[in-house]
């Protein structure tokens, strides 16, 4: 059975860090673009985050740059997100989804499989 299950979302300071976790199964994460997705209260789900199957090209949306970095364990099936100096405006369920395209590209329309979701709140 095919399945994405992601993990890692807690309560955390302004300025603290999580790395998030996809552990996928019923599919080879080295053969399917993986994105990452985050949906705020109130507002949709966006792109923020991907990396490719065929070369392991990433993508970041403009506010994750330099702080967010997303990587893939072939070995253990498993995409992480590390995401550092956190704001409250990172606050969201975080999902991974997968494609079964070889680039990435963070379009919700463009990917097959979606994991639940990981709540992450970032709050003093």
């Known amino acids: 059975q095919l399945q994405l299950v992601e993990s890692g979302g807690a309560l955390v300071q302004p300025g603290g860090s999580l790395r998030l976790s996809c552990a996928a199964s019923?599919?080879?994460?080295?053969?399917?673009?993986i994105g990452w997705f985050r949906q705020a209260p109130g507002k949709e789900r966006e792109g923020i985050s991907c990396v490719s199957s065929s070369d392991g090209t990433t993508y970041y949306a403009e506010s994750m740059k330099g702080r967010f970095t997303v990587s893939r364990d072939n070995a253990r099936n498993t995409v992480y997100l590390q995401m550092n100096s956190l704001q409250p405006e990172d606050t969201g369920v975080y999902f991974c989804a997968a494609s079964g395209r070889e680039r990435c590209v963070p379009l919700r329309l463009r990917y097959d499989y979606w994991g639940q979701g990981t709540q992450v709140t970032v709050s003093s």
């Open positions: 019923g599919l080879a994460v080295a053969n399917y673009a």
